[in-house]
């Protein structure tokens, strides 16, 4: 590497431009995406970037690689497949606390191989919601162990986090301003970096397990949305239990029993579901009658169920066979309402408004004045101002709550949810997965292949195939490749690369240079965020390793690794959706993501040197 390259106007011009951005990115008054696109415009005003090229970053490889793992990760997540997750995991952890968190941390880790890790975040923040009030372990005891195996998770594919998608991009295009006699840098395969990832996500388990959770264990549970959890239920209104079937036998007194009826018996638990025959219903209306083989969703302690059960012979079974699809809690769940003044609503009880047979949802208590009314809520004339406790399928509710005679405060999805589609989504993703494995086809096209499946099979509509895009992560990435084009084709990064070596002692060893790279490229990511560091660190890691006779793609790797090692600070998207639901202060993160970073560059190093 020629260390006498002189400093030219252009590489000035680079070198301002990500001043810049790493000014405007720590103060965070200019928006981030607006940010990549100043300097987008700045690179073509200047020259420094051909007309015809500069807005290529659009139709990237790698831009289009992250916007079809978006959309197939909503895709997963209509047909309520995490939600599935949440409930094996629950019965194989048997109430073993460590065991939970082992296990809802691995798998986390395994499923953002194959998905971004914010929408794998995404999907497991309702997920481990769920767990910390079925269980009553602490949300911030979940969380931050949750986040951590979703970043190390995220290396053992090269689509499971952005820095690895734009990485194969960035080597392809150093290609072009590589010294003659250097050999041609290929694309890594799509499980290239996959022992690192193994690595990585063991260690992570490992550390949390001995170290990480002592330093959670003290934390309450101060980070759970009571809206979304039935420990809050439980609390405000008594209503708790899980769901439970009951099939009605032939010698039982319920048949021919209307629901209304079977409601009213003495130590009745909360009945939410009829099936009979072949139609099963949610919230079935109160005259709807039982017969001999109808089943009942019922819900209430194990305990009280199954006495009733019991004194009424019952056939009691925890295995939601029947009402599987209806109780998946993506369809279907507990939320709160209020009842407007303008509400024809009131002055009407909820067998008046026939909500049950009308609507669909079931009203379970009434919260009128600080009190909590239970007992024969359906015969209670409905207030301004009263807080309803509703069960119904979250599209009943939504068609319901557009005509504004209640206001819905939790938070709920509202979107449909598909969960019969659920066998067909995971196929089609399972093919994408294979198609991609197999390397004949690019990585983009097998994953927008798997885009168009879930499309034409009606796993996702198109429309919410739009709306799952976050297009500010790719406008900024579409917008920020330019500037690591510019920083190679400029001859900056070579600049960089030899004047650092001529300052370096002789003869030092190449991994502490490997060290070097890792640890700035980590203090970039905490400044100018993940895709940034990797933009601006790759050309300079390149040119650095041809210097020092290191490895050039490995030299990569570890930049495209390190990008993500963050556990500190918001600027990692992932620990950004994490610490407001768990409440997490900045000397916690730091705390505990601290150490955890230093373990991370030590095993991204080694393991790049025994396999590069």
């Known amino acids: 590497m020629d260390s006498t390259?002189?400093?030219?106007?252009?590489?000035?011009?680079?070198l301002a431009l990500i001043g810049l951005t790493m000014v405007l990115f720590l103060f965070e008054r200019v928006r981030a995406d607006l940010v990549a696109l100043v300097v987008l415009v700045m690179l073509g005003l200047t020259g420094l970037v051909a007309p015809e090229d500069l807005f290529n970053g659009f139709s990237s490889n790698a831009v289009i690689s992250v916007i079809a793992t978006m959309i197939l990760g909503t895709g997963l997540d209509r047909t309520g497949a995490l939600n599935r997750l949440a409930a094996w995991l629950l019965r194989r952890a048997r109430g073993v606390e460590q065991r939970l968190l082992l296990l809802t941390s691995a798998i986390a880790g395994l499923n953002s191989s194959i998905m971004q890790n914010p929408s794998v975040m995404a999907l497991y923040l309702p997920v481990a919601s769920r767990i910390s009030s079925r269980t009553g372990v602490a949300l911030s005891r979940l969380l931050l162990p949750i986040a951590a195996a979703i970043v190390m998770g995220g290396a053992l594919t090269m689509v499971g986090?952005?820095?690895?998608?734009?990485?194969?991009?960035?080597?392809?295009?150093a290609n072009a301003n590589l010294p003659s006699g250097v050999a041609t840098l290929e694309p890594l395969q799509m499980f290239a970096p996959m022992p690192i990832g193994l690595a990585?996500?063991?260690?992570?388990?490992?550390?949390?397990?001995?170290?990480?959770?002592?330093?959670?264990?003290?934390?309450?549970?101060?980070?759970?949305?009571p809206a979304r959890t039935q420990s809050y239920f439980t609390q405000a209104y008594g209503i708790e239990g899980d769901v439970f079937e009951l099939t009605v036998g032939a010698d039982s007194p319920l048949v021919g029993m209307s629901l209304g009826e079977a409601e009213a018996l003495h130590g009745a638990p909360l009945l939410l579901a009829l099936k009979t025959g072949n139609e099963s219903r949610l919230a079935p209306p109160g005259d709807a009658r039982i017969w001999v083989g109808s089943v009942l969703g019922a819900m209430g302690p194990r305990q009280k169920v199954a006495d009733f059960a019991q004194n009424n012979f019952l056939r009691l079974s925890a295995r939601l066979r029947e009402f599987g699809d209806l109780f998946n809690p993506s369809r279907a769940g507990i939320s709160e309402a209020v009842v407007p003044p303008t509400s024809s609503?009131?002055?009407?009880?909820?067998?008046?408004l026939e909500l049950r047979k009308k609507h669909g949802i079931s009203l379970l208590a009434i919260n009128r004045d600080k009190d909590v009314l239970r007992d024969n809520v359906r015969t209670v004339p409905l207030r301004a101002g009263d807080m309803l406790v509703l069960h119904?399928?979250?599209?009943?509710?939504?068609?319901?709550?557009?005509?504004?005679?209640?206001?819905?405060?939790?938070?709920?999805?509202?979107?449909?949810?598909?969960?019969?589609?659920?066998?067909?989504?995971?196929?089609i993703f399972a093919i994408t997965m294979l198609i991609a494995l197999s390397s004949r086809i690019p990585t983009s096209i097998a994953l927008m292949a798997g885009v168009a499946g879930m499309l034409i099979t009606g796993v996702l509509k198109m429309d919410e195939a739009y709306a799952s895009i976050n297009w500010k992560t790719v406008f900024l990435m579409a917008c920020l490749i330019p500037l690591g084009w510019a920083m190679d084709s400029s001859g900056t990064a070579a600049w960089i690369a030899g004047h650092t070596i001529e300052r370096l002692p002789a003869g030092i060893p190449v991994w502490l240079l490997e060290i070097a790279v890792a640890l700035l490229t980590t203090a970039f990511s905490l400044v100018i965020s993940h895709v940034g560091?990797?933009?601006?660190?790759?050309?300079?890691?390149i040119n650095l390793a041809l210097a020092a006779g290191g490895n050039p793609t490995g030299f990569a790797l570890i930049v495209a690794l390190s990008a993500s090692n963050n556990f500190m600070t918001a600027s990692n998207p992932v620990i950004?959706?994490?610490?407001g639901p768990a409440d997490y202060s900045a000397k916690e993160m730091w705390r505990i993501g601290g150490p955890l970073s230093l373990v991370y560059t030590l095993i991204v190093v080694v393991m790049v040197n025994l396999l590069f």
């Open 5 to 14: 390259l002189a400093l030219t106007t252009d590489m000035e011009i680079v």
């Open 345 to 352: 609503f009131i002055g009407k009880t909820s067998a008046q």
């Open 533 to 541: 560091a990797t933009i601006v660190m790759v050309p300079l890691a």
């Open 576 to 579: 950004s959706m994490i610490t």
């Open 161 to 173: 986090n952005s820095p690895l998608i734009l990485l194969n991009d960035l080597l392809v295009a």
């Open 392 to 427: 119904s399928i979250w599209q009943d509710l939504a068609q319901t709550a557009a005509s504004r005679d209640f206001v819905v405060v939790t938070d709920y999805p509202k979107g449909e949810q598909r969960p019969h589609k659920f066998k067909i989504a995971m196929t």
């Open 200 to 225: 990585l996500l063991l260690a992570g388990l490992a550390y949390f397990h001995f170290f990480g959770d002592k330093e959670l264990r003290g934390d309450i549970d101060k980070g759970v949305t």
